[in-house]
């Protein structure tokens, strides 16, 4: 049966400042390389979420120890303790297992982590999961002896790896133009790897390069020693090991879009605290996309960044948005001109299809919307109510969200989705368009 979650309306400017949760990306990035390092670890401010809890049963399985403690301000510490040897089977001999959900960060950083333990390990995840893509990863873990078996359909969940044969090897070529991830999950394991690793995209595109920068930087704030090629398409590692750590995780900047957006959509004004003056987040890239649609952004000096509507919102035309796509896409059905979102069709393989969903649910509102096999191409029009489909994909739900502030009638098929990085969300949607009601 489905779940339709009326998306909360306004009628009048929205005014709030939010907190939003941890980043899932650098949460499981430093999860993993917690568990590959030398001594204990301290994560601050981790993100606890389906995703996340995903990541942290997959280190337990493998031995890794987890302890979580919850803070005053309602923030989870985490203490990961490294194994003296990665886990390589059950007590029983057989393999171990691991369940991926939906999670492209555990389906994909995981099987790595197989590869340093020798270990042989069953992946599996929900049936969405089974049509993301999977092979270019597994063929990189293939080239440095690892073998698998898929019971049904090859490069794709479920499947078991053998590791046991993990080698030395020449360069390992990556096909990286259906997700950055198939390059971050050998990046993270490579200072762990016998020999390290030498790694090259294959020749084509290369999905979302900010994500690849994000796991380089961290690997450097971790003391690996890592180098990139002149071209950005490779990558060298050093065999070593890195100390144990005491990280804290930014807030989640592309999680905070659907919020700043809400700015421009109700002509208001929302802050969002502890904004970082730095960051290898893509969802950085939302201070200089608002201002181009015509949003006032002022980062203050208590670390908030405020976004302000000015009663104008422009089309745009923007390159490589990769994931903050459906919310900018719901935004620009909202524009006074057309917009054109370009470089992103590497979203066809995320959590679903994202172009061919969005070309299915805006149009539902009153856009003209037209994708190509990278391209979404925007025109708005008359808008009125109507229910979206959410796939199942958390970004599908909160960029139906932003439609609903600004569009009354409009409901959200099982909001509950949005718990795969961002289990507050509806409450703090709701908590946002209350306080500005009261303030009205």
Same mark, same amino acid.
Request: charged share 20%; proline share 6%; hydrophobic share 40%.
């Given at each position: 049966?489905?779940?339709?979650?009326?998306?909360?309306?306004?009628?009048?400017?929205?005014?709030?400042?939010?907190?939003?949760?941890?980043?899932?990306?650098?949460?499981?990035?430093? +999860?993993? *390389? /917690? =568990? $590959?390092?030398?001594?204990?670890?301290? !994560?601050?401010? &981790?993100?606890?979420?389906?995703?996340?809890? +995903?990541? *942290? /049963? =997959? $280190?337990?399985?493998?031995?890794?120890? !987890?302890?979580? &403690?919850?803070?005053?301000?309602?923030?989870?510490?985490?203490?990961?303790?490294?194994?003296?040897?990665?886990?390589?089977?059950?007590?029983?001999?057989?393999?171990?297992?691991?369940?991926?959900?939906?999670?492209?960060?555990?389906?994909?950083?995981?099987?790595?982590?197989?590869?340093?333990?020798?270990?042989?390990?069953?992946?599996?995840?929900?049936?969405?999961?089974?049509?993301?893509?999977?092979?270019?990863?597994?063929?990189?873990?293939?080239?440095?002896?690892?073998?698998?078996?898929?019971?049904?359909?090859?490069?794709?969940?479920?499947?078991?790896?053998?590791?046991?044969?993990?080698?030395?090897?020449?360069?390992?070529?990556?096909?990286?133009?259906?997700?950055?991830?198939?390059?971050?999950?050998?990046?993270?394991?490579?200072?762990?790897?016998?020999?390290?690793?030498?790694?090259?995209?294959?020749?084509?595109?290369?999905?979302?390069?900010?994500?690849?920068?994000?796991?380089?930087?961290?690997?450097?704030?971790?003391?690996?020693?890592?180098?990139?090629?002149?071209?950005?398409?490779?990558?060298?590692?050093?065999?070593?090991?890195?100390?144990?750590?005491?990280?804290?995780?930014?807030?989640?900047?592309?999680?905070?879009?659907?919020?700043?957006?809400?700015?421009?959509?109700?002509?208001?004004?929302?802050?969002?605290?502890?904004?970082?003056?730095?960051?290898?987040?893509?969802?950085?890239?939302?201070?200089?996309?608002?201002?181009?649609?015509?949003?006032?952004?002022?980062?203050?000096?208590?670390?908030?960044?405020?976004?302000?509507?000015?009663?104008?919102?422009?089309?745009?035309?923007?390159?490589?948005?990769?994931?903050?796509?459906?919310?900018?896409?719901?935004?620009?059905?909202?524009?006074?001109?057309?917009?054109?979102?370009?470089?992103?069709?590497?979203?066809?393989?995320?959590?679903?299809?994202?172009?061919?969903?969005?070309?299915?649910?805006?149009?539902?509102?009153?856009?003209?919307?037209?994708?190509?096999?990278?391209?979404?191409?925007?025109?708005?029009?008359?808008?009125?109510?109507?229910?979206?489909?959410?796939?199942?994909?958390?970004?599908?739900?909160?960029?139906?969200?932003?439609?609903?502030?600004?569009?009354?009638?409009?409901?959200?098929?099982?909001?509950?989705?949005?718990?795969?990085?961002?289990?507050?969300?509806?409450?703090?949607?709701?908590?946002?368009?209350?306080?500005?009601?009261?303030?009205?």
């Amino acid at each position: 049966m489905e779940n339709w979650w009326p998306a909360p309306f306004t009628g009048a400017p929205v005014h709030a400042t939010v907190n939003v949760p941890a980043s899932k990306s650098l949460t499981n990035r430093y +999860l993993i *390389l /917690a =568990a $590959l390092a030398s001594s204990p670890s301290t !994560i601050h401010n &981790t993100l606890i979420s389906r995703d996340t809890e +995903l990541m *942290l /049963a =997959a $280190l337990e399985t493998f031995g890794v120890g !987890i302890k979580r &403690t919850e803070q005053p301000d309602g923030s989870t510490t985490v203490v990961i303790t490294p194994a003296d040897q990665l886990n390589q089977a059950q007590p029983d001999g057989s393999a171990l297992r691991i369940e991926c959900g939906l999670a492209g960060t555990v389906m994909r950083f995981v099987p790595p982590l197989a590869a340093v333990a020798k270990a042989r390990v069953h992946f599996d995840g929900d049936p969405a999961a089974r049509l993301r893509p999977m092979a270019p990863v597994l063929d990189g873990l293939g080239a440095l002896g690892a073998t698998f078996d898929y019971p049904q359909a090859k490069g794709m969940l479920p499947f078991t790896i053998d590791a046991s044969d993990v080698r030395v090897s020449d360069t390992v070529i990556v096909d990286a133009s259906g997700s950055s991830q198939f390059v971050s999950a050998l990046l993270l394991a490579g200072h762990a790897l016998p020999g390290g690793l030498r790694l090259r995209a294959a020749d084509g595109p290369v999905a979302s390069p900010d994500h690849i920068m994000m796991t380089v930087q961290t690997l450097r704030e971790m003391g690996v020693e890592i180098s990139v090629d002149a071209d950005s398409r490779g990558w060298r590692i050093s065999e070593g090991s890195i100390d144990g750590f005491t990280v804290t995780v930014e807030p989640d900047l592309s999680n905070a879009g659907p919020f700043l957006a809400a700015a421009l959509a109700s002509n208001g004004s929302v802050g969002i605290r502890f904004w970082p003056q730095q960051t290898t987040q893509v969802g950085g890239k939302w201070v200089q996309i608002l201002k181009s649609m015509g949003a006032e952004v002022e980062h203050g000096a208590d670390s908030v960044l405020t976004v302000r509507g000015t009663g104008k919102i422009k089309g745009i035309t923007y390159a490589d948005a990769s994931e903050l796509a459906p919310t900018l896409a719901a935004l620009c059905v909202l524009a006074d001109s057309p917009s054109k979102l370009t470089g992103i069709g590497h979203l066809r393989g995320h959590e679903t299809d994202r172009l061919a969903a969005l070309e299915t649910e805006l149009p539902k509102v009153g856009a003209t919307v037209k994708a190509t096999e990278d391209t979404l191409e925007i025109i708005p029009g008359s808008l009125h109510a109507a229910d979206l489909h959410s796939y199942e994909d958390h970004r599908m739900a909160t960029a139906g969200a932003l439609l609903g502030l600004a569009v009354d009638g409009i409901r959200v098929e099982n909001i509950a989705t949005t718990a795969k990085t961002m289990p507050q969300f509806p409450q703090l949607w709701a908590q946002m368009v209350d306080t500005s009601k009261d303030r009205g």
